[in-house]
Each structure stands twice: as structure tokens, then as C-alpha cells.
């Protein structure tokens, strides 16, 4: 199988070398193990799976989950030009091998697209928090980039050798890396194939490095850096709206206003203009409409604001970014 397998790893337990061997089994010739800067008294376990005929590479100090996906990269593009992409599994357990085999079958018959594994939370006790953490991140990703995902913080991802260069750049050097990498589908156009896989949480022992406060302040903020452009020129059209007479010249002014940055980051920059002066005259009108019929200019401007910024944002991602990559779903 011309495929490889790499795993970040931060101070492991038997389960590194438990996986290792299952991944043997299944027929992986080639496995890439990172250690992120564990303790000498964890340096046994990366000695087992070099034992297992594994590549182990090392960080001098930890360094986060993503600069260890990064350096795997970087060392298996000098390694194996000729592979067809690599699988990033956890070194917990939480993988079966037969995911994994799953994940590497499906990038030989979409070589073009990064595979994601899904996992089946309503089949599985999860953890309210996990539960919960997953949902609220995936509705903010179709919020903030139009992609829909089945799980947002599932490790076991195929990368296809094709966009291994784009995904080693990717920034974010932690937890947060996986979900730039995700916003990266949408900047690069990248396709991406989804499939279910099993939730695996009481059958081993876990040993998470996860800080569900400050990871998550990571994740987030990665998140929003997406579409700050657009809050920025949201809040701008409000500033001048509220500073200046409230009739339809101002309102339309206003809106301009706040388009103009969003329109100079398009690569189509004259649509982008053509765009922002139909809304912005469509939104002046709408204002005008709505205080005629007794609202005040506060209400008015969030009621617009309500029927505009849905519309001005699913243009703006489409002018900045182009079409929706495309998403392959297979069935549970």
C-alpha cells in the first residue's frame, strides 16, 4: 500500500506501541511517529515502535500537536515523494486500525481530496462537553466559511500528497492547527470526502493533552481571524451609519462604506464593486422602507442588517474564495 501513516505523540503509554502493532496488522508498511518533546521516562515507548520498524522523528521540546503534524510532513515529503498521501492518527487508542485502513482506501479512490473520519457520537457515550464542544464548532464553521462537517475535531485525517506542500504551511501550532487546516479547504478549493467511523471513548484509557480552556480559546480565535475582515467592515458601516443624518444618502454611504474592505480582498475586485453597490442600494431602501412603517433608525438598521448580512457574507465568501469545495459523504 504506497500510503503512510504518521502519529503526533506526546508523552505515550502502551497504547502507542498497541496501535503501532494493529497498524502492522492491517498492512501499513511505512509509519511515521513524532515525538513532541515527551520526558526522558516516556522515551522507552518511541524506542518499542522504532523496534516496530517505525520512523521516529524528535522534538528537542513540546512544540503542539501541529508543528508535529508539520515536521511528519515535511519529513515524509523528502521520504516518499511518490506516496499517494499520509494518515494522521492519535497515538491514544482512540483510532481503530480498521479506520485508519478505511481512511487510506478511500484517499487511493479520491486522490485529489483530504479524507475525514466522522465519528459516530450518537452511537457511543460521549461526553456531554465533547458532544457539545463538536456541535457548537461545526455550526460556527458553516457560519463562518459555508463548509458543513461532520466532526470538526476528529485526529484521523488522510492528507493527499498533492496539497501536503499547502498543509504544511498551514499556521497554528497546537490543537488549533486541524481546524485551520479545514478553513484551508475552502482558501485552497480542496475537496474533502467525509466517512463514519466508531467514537471510541470507554474502551481504553485515553490519555488526553486536550485543555478544554485554553485549546478552546485557540480553536476559536483561529476561527473568527476567518471573517474579521467582515466584522470590521461591519462595525465601520454601523460607526458612520450612527454618525451621520439618517436618510437614504447616509444609509447608503454607510454600507458602501463598510463594503469597500471587504470588496479590495476579492480577486474580482469590479464584481465585488458591482456587488456592493446593489446591496448598498438595496439595504438603503429597505432602511427607508422599514422607518416609514414606524420603526426608529436603530430598529430599522438591525432589521436590514438581519435580511443583509447573510446575503453580503455568502457573496463576499464566494467572490473571495470561489465555489464551495466539493464534499463527499459516504453513509453510515
Not at 486500525?97 to 479524507?115: E, F, G, N, T, Y
Amino acid at each position: 500500500m504506497n500510503m503512510v501513516v504518521l502519529i503526533p505523540s506526546y508523552k505515550p503509554d502502551e497504547m502507542l506501541c498497541q496501535t503501532v502493532r494493529a497498524l502492522r496488522q492491517a498492512g501499513f508498511p511505512y509509519i511515521y511517529v513524532v515525538n513532541d518533546g515527551s520526558p526522558a521516562e516516556h522515551m522507552s515507548f518511541f524506542d518499542q515502535a522504532r523496534s516496530e520498524g517505525c520512523v521516529v522523528l524528535h522534538h528537542a521540546v513540546n512544540m503542539g500537536k501541529g508543528r508535529a503534524l508539520r515536521t511528519g510532513f515535511n519529513q515524509i515529503l523528502l521520504d516518499h515523494p511518490g506516496c499517494v498521501g499520509v494518515v494522521a492518527c492519535d497515538a491514544d487508542g482512540q483510532h481503530e486500525a480498521s479506520a485508519v485502513l478505511r481512511a487510506a482506501q478511500l484517499q487511493l479512490a479520491h486522490p485529489d481530496c483530504v479524507i475525514l473520519g466522522a465519528r459516530r457520537f450518537f452511537q457511543a457515550r460521549v461526553p456531554i462537553l465533547n458532544l457539545l464542544g463538536n456541535s457548537i464548532t461545526r455550526l460556527v464553521f458553516f457560519l463562518l466559511c459555508g463548509l458543513r462537517f461532520g466532526d470538526t475535531q476528529c485526529g484521523l485525517r488522510s492528507y493527499p500528497l498533492r496539497h501536503m506542500a499547502t498543509f504544511a504551511a498551514t499556521p497554528g501550532d497546537r490543537f488549533e492547527f486541524e481546524n485551520m487546516m479545514l478553513l484551508d479547504l475552502r482558501r485552497r478549493r480542496i475537496g474533502y470526502v467525509e466517512y463514519p467511523m466508531k467514537a471510541v471513548y470507554e474502551e481504553v484509557k485515553r490519555v488526553t493533552h486536550f485543555n478544554k480552556l485554553v485549546d478552546s480559546v485557540r480553536i476559536y480565535s483561529s476561527l473568527l481571524r476567518f471573517a474579521v475582515l467582515p466584522l470590521f467592515a461591519g462595525l465601520l458601516s454601523a460607526l458612520v451609519f450612527a454618525s451621520t443624518p439618517r436618510d437614504a444618502v447616509a444609509a447608503f454611504v454607510s454600507l458602501l462604506l463598510g463594503w469597500v474592505p471587504m470588496a479590495l480582498s476579492c480577486r474580482r475586485r469590479w464584481l465585488a464593486g458591482a456587488t456592493a453597490l446593489v446591496l448598498s442600494a438595496l439595504g438603503a431602501l429597505l432602511l427607508q422602507a422599514l422607518t416609514r412603517w414606524g420603526c426608529s433608525a436603530l430598529e430599522a438598521w438591525w432589521l436590514a442588517s438581519a435580511a443583509l448580512v447573510p446575503v453580503s457574507y455568502t457573496l463576499w465568501l464566494y467572490l473571495r474564495y470561489g465555489r464551495r469545495p466539493r464534499r463527499i459523504r459516504y453513509p453510515d
